[in-house]
């Protein structure tokens, strides 16, 4: 059964003078998943979302969004779509009811229907609570999530999200996850943009890691992981005064150490695991820490590229 496109991208070319910022970007969105777009700041994320938005203009290539050709219908294009960048796109002394009447007011929509979309990202969303708030009162949670239900708010099938977490504390992202799988529940399509490799294999159908204005893979993120991302390892901790031992006792496995992680790369590392306990165990060797770390899209990243996908980790 072949999936049905809503969003398709041929051979998209996008130059900011002299910098080609979209380099010949080919791919397609199918219906009800969630897509990731991942790459480090200044990929062309940004821009690729503001073309889909028909916020940009394109040099060369062809893009399709329910069948609409962009480049002839922008206008009935940006009905189609959601979108929540960055920034807010809340007015500061309107309250937050005030900002989704002036949204719903933008796309022309009927008071009964507004009332209805109103009703329902109250709701799911969890906005209510605040409703009467000054934008400018608002956490960043908060103004995150009203400034989502403001670009739903005339209910589009195809909802896209610019980097939506980028500085959420932990806690508040996990919650702001949920509401993007909400969207999912709901029948939206979601294209997401975000440099959080966990982000993207947490909340993502298939990823389009994207370079330098170039796609260089499109997968399920378990897919790229497998395929990608080289092979598990076994990494493994013991006290200082035992490290030296340890080392010698696992010369046969091969290994590589750094910075006291002991990291032993293999086909099926599970497989080998007990054996290597065992062997540390009955050498009176006590690990504080054995685990098995499969690839990360990270690593899928790195070996595609050759850096990391946030410059600066360590």
């Given at each position: ?133 000054k934008a400018k009162e608002l956490s960043g949670g908060m103004k995150r999530r009203a400034n989502l239900a403001a670009s739903i708010i005339h209910d589009p099938p195809i909802v896209i999200l610019d980097e939506p977490t980028v500085g959420f504390d932990p806690n508040v992202k996990r919650e702001f996850w949920e509401t993007i799988k909400m969207l999912k529940r709901d029948g939206k399509t979601v294209l997401l943009s975000t440099h959080d490799m966990y982000e993207a294999d947490t909340l993502c159908d298939r990823v389009a890691i994207i ?104």
């Amino acid at each position: 059964m072949v999936n049905e496109v809503v969003i398709e991208v041929k051979g998209l070319v996008k130059h900011y003078g002299e910098v080609k910022a979209l380099d010949n970007v080919s791919l397609n969105v199918e219906k009800g998943e969630i897509f990731g777009l991942l790459g480090p700041n200044g990929a062309g994320k940004t821009t690729l979302i503001e073309i889909l938005c028909g916020l940009r203009r394109f040099d060369k290539g062809e893009v399709k969004v329910l069948g609409l050709d962009l480049a002839k219908n922008s206008y009935k294009v940006r009905s189609l779509i959601g979108f929540c960048p960055q920034e807010a796109l809340l007015y500061d002394l309107l309250n937050v009811y005030e900002n989704l009447g002036f949204a719903a007011s933008l796309y022309s929509l009927p008071s009964k229907k507004f009332k209805e979309r109103l009703e329902f990202t109250s709701k799911v969303l969890g906005i209510d609570e605040f409703m009467k708030k000054k934008a400018k009162e608002l956490s960043g949670g908060m103004k995150r999530r009203a400034n989502l239900a403001a670009s739903i708010i005339h209910d589009p099938p195809i909802v896209i999200l610019d980097e939506p977490t980028v500085g959420f504390d932990p806690n508040v992202k996990r919650e702001f996850w949920e509401t993007i799988k909400m969207l999912k529940r709901d029948g939206k399509t979601v294209l997401l943009s975000t440099h959080d490799m966990y982000e993207a294999d947490t909340l993502c159908d298939r990823v389009a890691i994207i370079d330098k204005g170039k796609i260089v893979a499109i997968d399920k993120p378990q897919v790229l992981k497998e395929t990608l991302g080289g092979k598990a390892s076994i990494c493994i901790r013991v006290k200082e005064s035992q490290t030296e031992k340890t080392l010698k006792l696992l010369k046969p496995y091969g290994y590589t150490f750094k910075d006291g992680d002991i990291q032993i790369f293999a086909d099926n590392p599970w497989k080998i695991m007990p054996e290597i306990s065992n062997e540390l165990l009955s050498n009176k060797i006590l690990t504080e820490k054995i685990e098995v770390l499969e690839p990360t899209l990270e690593d899928v990243f790195i070996r595609l590229t050759g850096r990391k996908l946030v410059e600066g980790n360590e």
